[in-house]
């Protein structure tokens, strides 16, 4: 089993940046890769950036390419998003998930998801 825990939401202006993290517990060994996932009240849950734990392979949403990167730091056994020129649209409750098997930014299917942490932005 592996446990995810989110945190660094917040509220901040739109241009404004947020840092997420999602430490990883347990058996963090058999993760493959992890992701960031993000939901709207009333929208479906969209697919933000992931990355591969092993090579650092990374898969991005277009809607957050050239603004928001993923990273990892496996000694910690914790992921990253680091969101810069952050827009209204860009409000949701982001959740970080991990998969054994496979990657990249599917919705469904990934083995482990955390509870969430807001963000939101204020234009």
């Known amino acids: 089993q592996v446990h995810l825990v989110e945190s660094g939401g917040g509220s901040v202006q739109a241009g404004g940046s947020l840092r997420l993290s999602c430490a990883a517990y347990?058996?963090?060994?058999?993760?493959?890769?992890m992701g960031w996932f993000r939901q709207a009240p009333g929208e479906e849950r969209e697919g933000v950036a992931s990355?591969?734990?092993?090579?650092?392979?990374?898969y991005y949403g277009d809607s957050v390419k050239g603004r928001f990167t993923i990273s990892q730091d496996n000694a910690k056994n914790t992921l990253y998003l680091q969101m810069n020129s952050l827009k209204p649209e860009d409000s949701a409750r982001y959740y970080c998930?991990?998969?054994?098997?496979?990657?990249?930014?599917?919705?469904?299917?990934?083995?482990?998801w955390g509870q969430g942490t807001q963000v939101t932005v204020s234009s």
């Open positions: 998930a991990a998969d054994t098997r496979t990657c990249g930014l599917r919705t469904e299917g990934w083995n482990y």
């Open positions: 347990g058996y963090s060994y058999s993760i493959f890769c």
């Open positions: 990355i591969e734990s092993s090579d650092g392979i990374t």
